[in-house]
């Protein structure tokens, strides 16, 4: 028998109707032992999220405004679950117990992980499963600093107690037992946390799509499923705006080499995506995984002759942007010129004193600034292996008139990045898509047709 751990993420457990979902999923595979859950999510659109309203009910309390309605409204959220499921539960203590705490000046770390508590006391008397608390269990140091070590021996002592148990999500505590939670949307976290401490055979995050897609759908008309992606191509996808897991969710199971599935509650039947190891055999049979990038990037190309033999130049640049906190999103270089790409939110209105800075510092030759840059990462482990991957790629964009104003492909050999204007952006993912996923060749063909043409003919002249 095995161990599988089973996050349940907002929308999974919005109302009785999805609990049920959430409790025939449970049934259905008795490996199901340990079940993380977050908070109630939105049932419909201009619905709230519990840990939304909890966040608002401490700002009623520090700004001296009544927040009792609000407390309400998630007080009344929680009964309607208890009377739906007909489980036999005492809320009302724990009401007063939250409410005591808020007038007592409660943090609001502490409010805000109480949607998480309430959710896992119910779901826990659902299912019949033991209610863990992960107060002293996760634990972060005096300045709010997770310490993954102390956290896996903890919840690994304490969970493997328990044949089958409940676990909110989100939270843990400080060494003087005061809450403290992850950013928004850190219950993956805790999932993947209990994974690692239980050495589960495979990590579940339940939530409302059937995976990771190809390209945002937003852009490209019903862009294929990812069905395997590694951890590494995963990090490369959402750093550039592909998101449905928390990005530092995935550190503890890798660390422990556990897969992650992502599985759509309101489908089931559906496999999703797997997200596995680098080293794991069955994830190299695609050159392409996936399409993600963003818009609004700087990029500051500077030139100086000579620059390759200058010791301490690129560190000088870097540091000038170290001084102003700016971090670097992309390097790419050539002999005598670097461009420094830089996220434009970043740069924070800071740009002409950079600039001044630069040119006082490094005395380039030339300091050119291209600002409204879109940047596209075409991700695939496969890529390294094969030729004309990037031929394509380029001869895509184009074809569809689109000028590539920068390239940068990471040394791993995994992902192509294309730098283009902000307003060639949507055109470029979808040529791009259309070239690996649309055409009726498949992703292995290499080079379009017409290029191996192209080439025998200049080796015919
Ligand atoms: N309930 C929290 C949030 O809304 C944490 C989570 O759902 O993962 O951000």
Known sequence: MGVIVSKFGGSSVADGIQLAKLKKIIEDESDRKYVIVSAPGRRFDQDNKVTDLLYLCKAHIDHNVDYRQIFQVVCDRFLALKMNLGIDIDLEKEFAEIDKNMQNNASEDYIASRGEYLTALVVAAYL??????????ICFDERGKLLDEETDRRLANEILKHDRAVIPGFYGSKPDRSIKT?????SDITGSLVAKAVKADVYENWTDVSGFLVADPRIVKNPEQIDM????ELRELSYMGASVLHEDAIYPVRAGNIPINIRNTNAPAHPGTL????????????????IAGSKDFVVIAIYKNMMSAETGFVRRCLSILEDYGIPVEHLPSSIDTI????SKKKINGKLEDILEEMQRRLAPDSLDVYQDMALIATVGRGMNRRRGVSARLFTALYKAGINIRMIDQGSSEMNIIVGV??????NAVRAIYDTFFETEEDQWAGFPAEFDEGIKNRLDA
């Open 128 to 137: 019949g499963y033991d209610f863990v608390d992960t107060a002293g269990l």
């Open 182 to 186: 992850f950013s928004r949307g850190g």
């Open 229 to 232: 992606v590694s951890y590494k």
């Open 275 to 290: 997200i596995v190891s680098d080293t794991s055999k069955k994830a190299d049979d695609k050159i392409i995984t996936g």
């Open 339 to 342: 461009s420094i790409v830089l």
């Open 421 to 426: 204007e902000n307003i060639d952006f949507e």
